[in-house]
């Protein structure tokens, strides 16, 4: 199994920065690619990009691009959501998931709350 940590949330004004961590132990090594998740209240989960272990690939969703970036430090077994230019409809409950590249989301963690106020 992987075990996976999000930390980082929190409130902030419209227009600023959070910078999510998802710190993964346990079977690490089947976590392939680890994505970022949201959920905002009453709304469908949405996902929000993607990194693969092989050289860092990365891929967002169109409603994140250019303002998120997701990077990882293999030294600490660590993904990491940096937001930027945060809206107030960014306000959800952030998740990273990992998977081992079938296209499925096996393992998540426990989600972290980022409020953007206005």
């Known amino acids: 199994q992987v075990q996976l940590v999000e930390s980082g949330g929190g409130l902030v004004q419209a227009g600023g920065s959070l910078r999510l961590s998802c710190a993964a132990s346990?079977?690490?090594?089947?976590?392939?690619?680890m994505g970022w998740f949201r959920q905002a209240p009453g709304k469908e989960r949405e996902w929000l990009g993607s990194?693969?272990?092989?050289?860092?690939?990365?891929v967002y969703a169109d409603s994140v691009k250019g303002r998120f970036t997701i990077s990882r430090d293999y030294s600490k077994n660590t993904v990491y959501l940096q937001m930027n230019s945060l809206k107030p409809e960014d306000t959800a409950i952030y998740y990273c998931?990992?998977?081992?590249?079938?296209?499925?989301?096996?393992?998540w963690g426990q989600g972290t709350q980022v409020t953007v106020s206005s």
């Open positions: 998931a990992s998977s081992s590249g079938n296209g499925r989301y096996d393992y």
């Open positions: 346990g079977r690490t090594f089947s976590a392939s690619v």
């Open positions: 990194i693969t272990e092989n050289f860092g690939r990365t």
